[in-house]
């Protein structure tokens, strides 16, 4: 197990290899330094964004820009820089060591220090042995030094916090590279001259016990230099000394939203109609967004490679390093992923005109591009770490109650079980009460959850899939307690050695299935029945739509036939039931089992 404590030796250890070819300079000028803004950010829901990010800056003597802001984990081919101020040559990606000095007056805090600080001066200087010297201070016989004012690993665990975990240390050592140190210079001596009377003494700065100066200076100037690792990507021009604008765009992981619905059933004089609302739930977990337009779109685009880092990242350099040095705990961050990731179907409908009835709040707005769908928020604050909900639009759609009976008819093959029967295993009767949305509202519905409630009573809980403009989106709500299905079945024919395939015999079954649906509401009702069996449907009542498919082995218990022997019917009636009245339909089917 990795410590706490060997945990930041060890990144530091790594970061030490990892960059043991990089060059130290001083820092850069504050012209060629490149500040971006984010103009805006594309949202996606498989937790990944697009930022379009735009600056200037003025390019150094040798005609280079830098940016050190790089992304930490943009997918490959998604990095482009554009200038139309300028022309552009090269992004250069690397690792910098950028070190900065600056002269401090610091306390001195052991003897040699206050005698050097006090070269010059007259003073009385009492030994150990009591001996008593009296005389200008000529020189301090010094050697220069650096310290840590925070050594080592207590400066790791003050740049990460004192509660950091090893995950989040490593996270924050691949983004940003080794955390600041810096350094302080001082001085040692073990011995000094001091001038007298009677000439210079060598005296031992051990054995100083007490120093008497008249206006002693008790501070000591001292240079204190900060180093910082960290990316860079430059950005070669052209020409040097001249101002140019950078466009810069990335696609990386980070940044999510996720739509959720609340869907409240009224009965409006008897028109049913749904009270529609959709906010946005985001998470961040990317970079601060300081009000700023973000657009959230409905859909996924088709990222070949966004599981492939860009290589101006330089992400997968140090990935290597700390793969190598310390599997365990690589294992374990790349296994804390934040975002899951979830596709969304696309459908048609884009760019229909808005109906009345639907209403986006003021500063929202929505249009159409291409198989994605856009809201338009204009500004977003919403800071790493973050998370938030806001509203993209409340919409007024019509929506009718149904009642769905799924009956999937599972039989076993003649030849197994006991012979000379079929046994038989149906789905349970459940009726289910759905309701069906229609999508008047002129944009698209995303996937989402969606929380039906009447009034202030919650109904259900479900999801709500994808819905093109126009389109019609069942919900699932509950159970009907009050609408309950019988399944009956009969045996009307049976022919032996029906059929030969493959060198087997195979007998033809003829059934009738009669299904009673009763509804024992006080009115009347919407209802959709679904029969499903292994076998060919040959008639439906009631004017039941049959649908040939293939062999399914979802339809039968241990199969020993040949597939192509046994289709898979399906069959559908729809109709409207009265109070305390039945409907029972009937299907003619066949269906050949192996002797």
């Given at each position: 197990?990795?410590?706490?404590?060997?945990?930041?030796?060890?990144?530091?250890?790594?970061?030490?290899?990892?960059?043991?070819?990089?060059?130290?300079?001083?820092?850069?000028?504050?012209?060629?330094?490149?500040?971006?803004?984010?103009?805006?950010?594309?949202?996606?829901?498989?937790?990944y964004y697009l930022a379009l990010k735009s600056g200037t800056a003025v390019t150094n003597k040798d005609g280079e820009v830098h940016l050190l802001d790089v992304p930490d984990n943009a997918v490959l081919g998604?990095?482009?820089?554009?200038?139309?101020?300028?022309?552009?040559?090269?992004?250069?990606?690397?690792?910098?060591?950028?070190?900065?000095?600056?002269?401090?007056?610091?306390?001195?805090?052991?003897?040699?220090?206050?005698?050097?600080?006090?070269?010059?001066?007259?003073?009385?200087?009492?030994?150990?042995?009591?001996?008593?010297?009296?005389?200008?201070?000529?020189?301090?016989?010094?050697?220069?030094?650096?310290?840590?004012?925070?050594?080592?690993?207590?400066?790791?665990?003050?740049?990460?916090?004192?509660?950091?975990?090893?995950?989040?240390?490593?996270?924050?050592?691949?983004?940003?590279?080794?955390?600041?140190?810096?350094?302080?210079?001082?001085?040692?001596?073990?011995?000094?001259?001091?001038?007298?009377?009677?000439?210079?003494?060598?005296?031992?700065?051990?054995?100083?016990?007490?120093?008497?100066?008249?206006?002693?200076?008790?501070?000591?100037?001292?240079?204190?230099?900060?180093?910082?690792?960290?990316?860079?990507?430059?950005?070669?021009?052209?020409?040097?000394?001249?101002?140019?604008?950078?466009?810069?765009?990335?696609?990386?992981?980070?940044?999510?939203?996720?739509?959720?619905?609340?869907?409240?059933?009224?009965?409006?004089?008897?028109?049913?109609?749904?009270?529609?609302?959709?906010?946005?739930?985001?998470?961040?977990?990317?970079?601060?967004?300081?009000?700023?337009?973000?657009?959230?779109?409905?859909?996924?685009?088709?990222?070949?490679?966004?599981?492939?880092?860009?290589?101006?990242?330089?992400?997968?350099?140090?990935?290597?390093?700390?793969?190598?040095?310390?599997?365990?705990?690589?294992?374990?961050?790349?296994?804390?992923?934040?975002?899951?990731?979830?596709?969304?179907?696309?459908?048609?409908?884009?760019?229909?005109?808005?109906?009345?009835?639907?209403?986006?709040?003021?500063?929202?707005?929505?249009?159409?591009?291409?198989?994605?769908?856009?809201?338009?928020?204009?500004?977003?604050?919403?800071?790493?770490?973050?998370?938030?909900?806001?509203?993209?639009?409340?919409?007024?759609?019509p929506y009718r109650d149904v009642y769905t009976w799924d009956v999937h008819l599972t039989r076993q093959d003649i030849e197994t079980g006991n012979k000379g029967t079929t046994p038989q295993n149906i789905s349970?009767?459940?009726?289910?009460?759905?309701?069906?949305?229609?999508?008047?509202?002129?944009?698209?519905?995303?996937?989402?959850?969606?929380?039906?409630?009447?009034?202030?009573?919650?109904?259900?809980?479900?999801?709500?899939?994808?819905?093109?403009?126009?389109?019609?989106?069942?919900?699932?709500?509950?159970?009907?307690?009050?609408?309950?299905?019988?399944?009956?079945?009969?045996?009307?024919?049976?022919?032996?050695?029906?059929?030969?395939?493959?060198?087997?015999?195979?007998?033809?079954?003829?059934?009738?299935?009669?299904?009673?649906?009763?509804?024992?509401?006080?009115?009347?009702?919407?209802?959709?029945?679904?029969?499903?069996?292994?076998?060919?449907a040959d008639e439906a009542s009631n004017d039941g739509k049959i649908t040939l498919n293939s062999h399914s082995a979802s339809d039968w218990v241990d199969y020993r036939g040949f597939s192509a022997v046994n289709?898979?019917?399906?069959?559908?009636?729809?109709?409207?039931?009265?109070?305390?009245?039945?409907?029972?339909?009937?299907?003619?089917?066949?269906?050949?089992?192996?002797?």
């Open positions: 197990m990795i410590t706490r404590l060997h945990l930041q030796s060890f990144i530091t250890f790594s970061l030490i290899a990892t960059a043991s070819a990089i060059t130290a300079h001083a820092a850069d000028s504050p012209n060629d330094r490149l500040n971006l803004t984010t103009d805006r950010v594309i949202v996606f829901k498989d937790g998604s990095v482009w820089a554009t200038s139309s101020k300028g022309k552009l040559i090269a992004m250069v990606a690397s690792r910098e060591t950028v070190k900065q000095s600056e002269e401090i007056a610091a306390p001195c805090l052991q003897t040699v220090e206050v005698l050097q600080a006090n070269v010059g001066a007259n003073a009385k200087i009492i030994m150990h042995d009591k001996t008593i010297y009296q005389g200008d201070i000529l020189r301090v016989l010094t050697e220069p030094t650096t310290t840590l004012p925070t050594p080592g690993v207590t400066g790791l665990m003050k740049a990460f916090g004192p509660e950091a975990s090893g995950v989040a240390a490593l996270s924050s050592t691949l983004r940003f590279g080794t955390p600041p140190t810096t350094t302080v210079s001082g001085v040692t001596a073990s011995q000094f001259i001091l001038r007298t009377e009677e000439g210079d003494v060598l005296l031992p700065i051990a054995q100083v016990q007490t120093v008497t100066i008249k206006n002693m200076k008790a501070e000591l100037k001292r240079t204190v230099t900060t180093s910082t690792n960290s990316k860079r990507l430059t950005m070669r021009f052209i020409e040097p000394n001249k101002p140019v604008d950078i466009a810069f765009m990335y696609f990386q992981s980070g940044l999510r939203w996720i739509p959720t619905y609340r869907i409240n059933l009224t009965d409006d004089q008897g028109k049913q109609m749904a009270n529609m609302d959709l906010q946005a739930e985001f998470l961040n977990e990317a970079e601060d967004l300081d009000n700023i337009p973000v657009d959230i779109v409905v859909g996924v685009p088709n990222f070949k490679f966004k599981d492939t880092p860009s290589p101006l990242t330089l992400e997968q350099t140090l990935r290597n390093v700390l793969q190598q040095t310390a599997p365990q705990l690589m294992n374990q961050s790349m296994s804390n992923s934040l975002l899951a990731r979830s596709g969304e179907r696309m459908g048609p409908g884009m760019g229909q005109p808005e109906n009345p009835a639907f209403a986006l709040p003021p500063e929202l707005g929505a249009v159409g591009t291409q198989d994605l769908f856009v809201y338009s928020l204009k500004k977003v604050k919403l800071l790493k770490g973050q998370r938030a909900a806001m509203p993209l639009f409340s919409a007024r759609v349970e009767n459940r009726v289910w009460h759905q309701v069906v949305l229609t999508n008047n509202t002129g944009v698209p519905w995303t996937t989402g959850a969606a929380l039906l409630m009447q009034g202030n009573q919650p109904l259900s809980q479900e999801l709500l899939t994808y819905t093109s403009v126009g389109g019609e989106v069942r919900v699932p709500i509950t159970i009907s307690v009050d609408t309950q299905g019988t399944y009956r079945e009969e045996e009307t024919a049976r022919k032996l050695n029906a059929m030969g395939f493959e060198g087997h015999n195979y007998a033809q079954i003829d059934k009738t299935a009669t299904l009673n649906l009763i509804n024992r509401k006080p009115t009347p009702i919407e209802v959709e029945i679904t029969f499903r069996t292994g076998g060919k289709n898979s019917s399906i069959v559908v009636w729809r109709s409207t039931i009265k109070p305390k009245e039945t409907f029972a339909p009937t299907v003619k089917y066949h269906y050949f089992a192996r002797h």
